[in-house]
C-alpha cells in the first residue's frame, strides 16, 4: 500500500517536530528563571482585558482555553479589538478563553525571535518553541504534549491568574504571584519528570494527533482532510494509526472531540450549542446523538449530574469526629459535644 497521495495536497501546516533533550532543557531553565523571578513578585506579567468574548472577527481568531506565552526572544504584540498588548523578553503572558486576536512578531537586533507556549488540550497539556518563520508570524518550531490527568487544575489557576491580575483586591499581587508561582511549577513538574508520552510515537502519529487537538473545532476535520494534510492515502494513515495506537483514527477523533466537550461541561456555562460548535458539530441536535451514544446521556443529562454531585459535596460533613459528624461551617454546636463528665 502507497504511503503517497496521487493528488496535490496544501503544506503541511504544522513544522514542528518532538521536542529532543537539548530543547527540553531550554524549557526547563526557561521555566525555572521564570519561576525564581515570580518568586520575587518581579516577574512581568500581562493579561488582555477579558471583552468580547466568543465574537468571530475577521483577521482574529480565539481559543476555548487559555494560553500562556513566556517570550525569550523578540517581541510578540497581541492585537485585540479594543487593545494591543506588547510582550517584551521575561514577560509572561496569558491570552484568556475566548478573546479574539491576532500576533504579531518580531525579530530582535540579532535576528531572534523566540517564545515558549503553553497549550490545553483534553487531558493534554502542549509545551512549544515558536520562531518566526516569515516576517510577522510565527510558527511551531518543536513541540512535546504531557498527558495530564489534572488539567481542570490547570485551567482553573490559570483563570485565576486572569482573575487577580484584572482584579483590585488588596492581596492582589500576593494573590496573583501565588498562583503563578503554583502554575509555574506544575509546568516545570511536567518537564523534568514527564514522560511526553505523544512523543514516542513515529512522525505521522504524532502530526495526525497535534493535528486532531488543534483542528478539533474544525467540522471538516476527518481521516481524508487529515491524510491530504500529511500527503498519504486515507486508508495508509488509517491502518497505520490503528497498527500503532490499537484505536482507529475515526473512533480518536470522535472521543478527543467527546473528551473536550464534557470537560467543558464540567467547568464552563457555555450553552450546548456553543460546545457543540468547539466540538466540531454545527447541528446541535446531531452533536447531542453523538454525546449520547459515547457517554450514555445527553450533554444536558451529563451537566445536571455533575451539578447534582457538587451538590452533594455541599452537603457532606464538613468534620469527621470519633463518635459524630459536624455538618456546621465553625466549631460543633454544644448541644453536639459530649459530655465529658
Known amino acids: 500500500m502507497s504511503s503517497q497521495s496521487k493528488t496535490p495536497a496544501d503544506p503541511i501546516p504544522f513544522r514542528g517536530r ?28 500581562k493579561v488582555p482585558r477579558v471583552k468580547g468574548r466568543m465574537q468571530k472577527i475577521q483577521g482574529m481568531h480565539y481559543h476555548f482555553k487559555p494560553e500562556v506565552f513566556i517570550q525569550t526572544g ?43 507556549v503553553c497549550g490545553f488540550y483534553s487531558k493534554t497539556i502542549s509545551l512549544h518553541w515558536a520562531f518566526e518563520i ?78 486532531v487537538r488543534e483542528q478539533i473545532a474544525n467540522p471538516k476535520l476527518n481521516v481524508k482532510n487529515i491524510a491530504e494534510k500529511l500527503r498519504c492515502s486515507p486508508d495508509y494513515l488509517s491502518h497505520l494509526f490503528h497498527m500503532q495506537t490499537g484505536e482507529k483514527l475515526i473512533h480518536y477523533i470522535q472521543r478527543i472531540r467527546m473528551e473536550g466537550a464534557m470537560l467543558a461541561l464540567k467547568s464552563t456555562q457555555l450553552y450546548i450549542s456553543e460546545i457543540a460548535w468547539m466540538s466540531g458539530y454545527h447541528d446541535p441536535a446531531y452533536f447531542t446523538r453523538v454525546f449520547k451514544k459515547f457517554t450514555g446521556e445527553s450533554p444536558q443529562e451529563f451537566r445536571s449530574r455533575q451539578e447534582h454531585e457538587r451538590g452533594l459535596e455541599e452537603k457532606a460533613p464538613k468534620t469527621i469526629y470519633y463518635d459524630r459528624e459536624d455538618y456546621t461551617h465553625g466549631k460543633p454546636k454544644e448541644a453536639d459535644r459530649v459530655d465529658s463528665d
Not at 18 to 35: F, K, S, T, Y
Not at 95 to 103: D, L, S
Not at 183 to 206: P, Q, R, S, Y
Open 18 to 45: 518532538p521536542v529532543d533533550l537539548e530543547q527540553r532543557g531550554e524549557m526547563r531553565a526557561v521555566l525555572l528563571q521564570a519561576l525564581q523571578a515570580a518568586s520575587k513578585n518581579r516577574l512581568q506579567v
Open 74 to 116: 523578540g517581541i510578540t504584540e497581541f492585537i485585540m479589538p479594543q487593545e494591543k498588548v506588547l510582550v517584551k523578553p521575561g514577560d509572561l503572558c496569558i491570552m484568556p478563553a475566548g478573546v479574539p486576536h491576532k500576533e504579531h512578531v518580531e525579530s530582535d537586533a540579532n535576528g531572534k525571535f523566540r517564545n515558549l
Open 134 to 211: 516569515e516576517p510577522g508570524r510565527p510558527e511551531i518550531e518543536a513541540i512535546e504534549f504531557f498527558d495530564t490527568p489534572e488539567l481542570d487544575l490547570f485551567t482553573t489557576i490559570t483563570q485565576q491568574i486572569v482573575t487577580a491580575y484584572h482584579g483590585k483586591t488588596p492581596g492582589r499581587e500576593n494573590i496573583l504571584y501565588g498562583f503563578i508561582n503554583a502554575f509555574l511549577g506544575m509546568c516545570l513538574n511536567l518537564v523534568e519528570a514527564g514522560t511526553g508520552n505523544l512523543n514516542k510515537d513515529i512522525e505521522k502519529i504524532f502530526q495526525t494527533k497535534w493535528l
